[in-house]
């Protein structure tokens, strides 16, 4: 086999390895044989839901595709700088990304979170300019000081300090939150953390379009986004056209052991696995390729100098 033909094959089972780690996240998660969602450049899939059985604790987490279902943008909540908003100041003049997820969430939403801003990264639009960003956190505890150490997190890992004024990090009381939770359709539950208090949630992983005038455009589920998909979604929501829905495979935040009656964070443990088994993977096929290319050197080298002793 060519070298080109080998790099191709590669390149191929990396894509698949890669993948399959996520699938296999996801599977522990759900303790079923459910595939977790990483977008891929343009891919929409449409599908049914997953009719696994689900431990108790996630039988009220998910997320339920409400498109062109309305925002609630009366209800008040309080942005990074400690002011009070009305989430229809967000909306108007541009489409925005939203998304819910806690500050203090020790493991998915800050997947999601990498995800989204990277994504971002290769989306030619920009935030505060073409379309909002729009983070509110389920949890009612959480302050201002938080949503402001988090924004400047993220923009400063997007790399690009001029667009702070299209970030919005916000936090607000339980009746807001739930009237939000409740048109975006995310279901999520209250858990015990290692400290045997209820400061952690069961949540799953998801992103929305909002049209300009507040109205659900899409879903991306996941932790992983596609470019190319939210940009169209961006572009489409401009308009205020709703799309359409995407397979209702989700990544939840917690994994239920049944025999221990606990709950523990693996989705993070899982990806890190998989990565060291990509750079695993890498480095045994540079090490047999190097071996080849010295074999071939080597035997080029005898042959030349038979030809040079024969003449």
């Avoid at 522990?28 to 891929?40: F, N, P, T």
């Avoid at 604790?57 to 309080?78: E, I, Y």
């Avoid at 993220?154 to 790399?159: A, D, I, N, P, S």
Wanted: aromatic content about 8%; overall charge positive.
């Amino acid at each position: 086999m060519e070298w080109k033909e080998q790099m191709i094959q590669w390149r191929r089972m990396r894509r698949t390895a890669k993948r399959g780690g996520i699938a296999f996240a996801c599977c522990v998660l759900l303790g079923a044989a459910a595939l977790a969602q990483v977008s891929g450049y343009g891919d929409k899939q449409e599908g049914q839901n997953v009719g696994d059985q689900l431990p108790t604790v996630l039988q009220r987490v998910g997320v339920s595709q409400r498109l062109n279902q309305p925002l609630p943008l009366d209800a008040q909540f309080v942005d990074e700088t400690g002011k009070t908003v009305r989430l229809g100041d967000y909306f108007g003049k541009r489409p925005a990304l939203l998304s819910l997820v806690y500050y203090n969430c020790p493991m998915l939403c800050s997947e999601e979170m990498d995800g989204l801003a990277s994504a971002l990264m290769m989306v030619k639009l920009t935030p505060g300019k073409d379309f909002n960003i729009v983070i509110v956190s389920i949890d009612p505890s959480e302050t201002p000081a938080l949503a402001a150490k988090k924004k400047a997190y993220y923009v400063k890992r997007y790399g690009r300090p001029e667009t702070a004024d299209g970030w919005h990090f916000l936090t607000g009381k339980q009746p807001a939150i739930d009237a939000l939770a409740n048109a975006v359709g995310f279901g999520y539950v209250r858990v015990p953390g290692p400290d045997g208090k209820l400061n952690q949630f069961a949540h799953a992983s998801a992103i929305e379009v909002v049209t300009t005038d507040g109205h659900l455009a899409q879903y991306y589920l996941g932790v992983e986004y596609s470019p190319k998909d939210i940009l169209l979604g961006l572009i489409e929501a401009s308009g205020n056209k709703i799309g359409s829905p995407v397979a209702n495979i989700l990544t939840y935040c917690y994994h239920y052991d049944p025999q221990t009656n606990r709950h523990s964070l693996i989705v993070a443990r899982v990806v890190q696995v998989g990565g060291m088994m990509t750079v695993a993977g890498l480095g045994g096929f540079m090490f047999v390729m190097f071996r080849r290319d010295l074999r071939l050197g080597r035997e080029h080298a005898l042959t030349g100098k038979r030809r040079d002793d024969e003449g």
